[in-house]
């Protein structure tokens, strides 16, 4: 509300107030991002990787499955997102 004899607030005043309100909601929707669209972590199963981890790397089954994006089931190597298993003795190869 503006008094009598007065104009209202002044062009500088208006102004500190729109910058205010702008960097008030850009700070919240900086903060409010990452909730809004949560990061979806998904790696693709890679069999040739496991079979090489296993032959030329000479790491255990659990390390070789788990970086090839595999999770173990049994002692076996598996894809997530179809089951297939991958038996760590057939990646070996004889010799």
Do not use: W
Request: glycine share 10%; net charge positive.
């Amino acid at each position: 509300m503006v008094r009598p004899g007065t104009s209202g607030p002044t062009p500088t005043t208006r102004v500190r107030r729109l910058v205010r309100a702008t960097l008030l909601s850009a700070a919240l929707a900086l903060l409010v991002s990452p909730f809004a669209h949560p990061a979806i972590a998904r790696a693709d199963f890679n069999e040739d990787f496991y079979h090489f981890c296993i032959k030329s790397l000479g790491q255990g089954n659990d390390y070789c499955c788990a970086h090839a994006g595999g999770v173990v089931k049994d002692g076996k190597c598996a894809d997530p997102a179809t089951g297939n298993v991958v038996s760590p003795a057939a990646a070996v190869m004889p010799g």
